[in-house]
């Protein structure tokens, strides 16, 4: 096997999706991937990092060593390589291989190992398996149609907040607890989004007021976003719906996952 057909082979087995190595090369880096991330949750409680974190760190060793070389071979069989280091998976994957070399080296590098959960957004790669990618594209369209709605929905809170907490920091005051403007627009922060830590908490009848209006009003607004998205979701649906379409009888108004022909019976092309 020469050098050219070796690479092109380890890149259908990296890259690829087909049926065979390339797709058992995936599923088992989704298994090494959640073990790894597995291990890392683990070795965070100290009595199981007590009793068993030798164990943990040879794990994270042999864990690291194996993305290493998953890494370099895919640098090495990339056709862009420049494109895939620079890409958002190239620094997903070497974020998952650097903080335990960093820690082997700099002994104050420890805390950088919580770093490597960066390791599970490998799993979205792999994604193209299961049919994931597909719904994923159609989220984020309908994110961006809907990112100027938001963005005035976002503009809004924020200047509810701000009038809430200033009306908060005026009538309370540092005696019952809202000491400084920031603090006061973080009591309408916790409020408005309905958490309610209670640190904090109005005394005056008229303070008890304004946060009722805050209360009745994050209730008005909280749904807002979620019902914009929703309406661009079902319009993407349908848009999608509409591309696909019958070249027999031109017939568009299909299902995505449709694979034949709802009028004539025909196969569909795929997207």
């Known amino acids: 096997m020469t050098g050219d ?23 088992a880096l989704i298994i090494v991937i959640i073990a790894s991330v597995l291990a890392l949750f683990l070795d965070s409680v100290e009595p199981l990092h007590a ?30 390589r420049k494109r895939y280091i620079t890409s958002f998976y190239g620094i997903v994957d070497l974020l998952a291989t650097l903080p335990t070399y960093l820690a082997l080296i700099l002994p104050g590098a420890q805390h950088l190992l919580v770093i490597r959960i960066f390791r599970v957004l490998r799993i979205f790669r792999v994604f193209k398996l299961f049919k994931y ?4 594209n159609i989220l984020v369209r309908s994110i961006k149609s809907s990112r100027h709605k938001i963005t005035v929905f976002l503009i809004t809170v924020v200047t509810l907040v701000i009038v809430f907490g200033s009306l908060m920091y005026l009538v309370e005051g540092p005696e019952n607890g809202f000491t ?29 007021a304004i946060a009722a209006m ?20 079902v319009q993407e649906n349908q848009r999608q719906a509409g591309l696909k379409r019958c070249t027999s009888c031109q017939q568009g108004n299909h299902e995505r996952d449709a694979i034949h022909c709802k009028y004539c019976g025909e196969l569909l092309p795929e997207q």
């Open 5 to 27: 057909t070796f690479k092109e082979r380890l890149r259908e087995i990296i890259f690829g999706t087909e049926p065979g190595l390339g797709r058992n090369f995936d599923i």
């Open 51 to 80: 009793a068993y974190g030798e164990l943990f760190y040879t794990a994270e060793i042999a864990f690291t060593v194996l993305f290493s070389i998953e890494y370099l071979a895919r640098i090495y069989c990339s056709v862009d």
């Open 133 to 136: 990618m597909s719904e994923a």
């Open 180 to 208: 400084s403007l920031p603090q006061s627009i973080y009591w309408a922060i916790v409020t408005v989004t309905t958490v309610g830590y209670g640190d904090i908490v109005p005394h005056s009848p008229l303070g008890r």
């Open 214 to 233: 805050a209360m009745v009003t994050s209730y008005a607004i909280i749904a807002i976003p979620t019902g914009i998205l929703s309406a661009e979701l």
